[in-house]
């Protein structure tokens, strides 16, 4: 018998599985991937037909807590995407909850330009 994932992080990974069964980036209209650690959050726009990173944005670039850098980890994916010609993006949360950094990631996000 098999047994089913208790922590955090693995059950977190089955969400992101279970999400990315159904999402998927095109060139027309990107994956927009979260990932949050303990101290950074970063984000990439993803072309999965390709298999190609477009534009990335990490946290050690900015200075604050953990939900001020996810707004402006969320700005400059923004301005990083604009500037390769992405307005519309698929958001994958990455199996988080849609609360606190993501929450602040995606509305930043949107406020930057990005539609999804």
Request: without cysteine.
């Amino acid at each position: 018998m098999s047994k089913l994932p208790t922590t955090r992080d693995a059950l977190r990974i089955r969400r992101h599985k279970r999400v990315r069964a159904a999402v998927s980036g095109t060139d027309a209209r990107p994956r927009l991937a979260i990932f949050k650690s303990n101290r950074f959050v970063s984000a990439q726009l993803i072309d999965d037909t390709k298999g190609a990173t477009l534009a990335s944005a990490h946290g050690r670039e900015f200075k604050g807590t953990l939900t001020a850098q996810a707004e402006a980890v969320g700005k400059e994916i923004a301005k990083r995407a604009s500037a390769k010609g992405v307005t519309k993006v698929v958001f994958d949360r990455g199996g988080y909850a849609y609360a606190a950094q993501v929450k602040a990631f995606a509305d930043a996000a949107r406020a930057g330009g990005l539609q999804f």
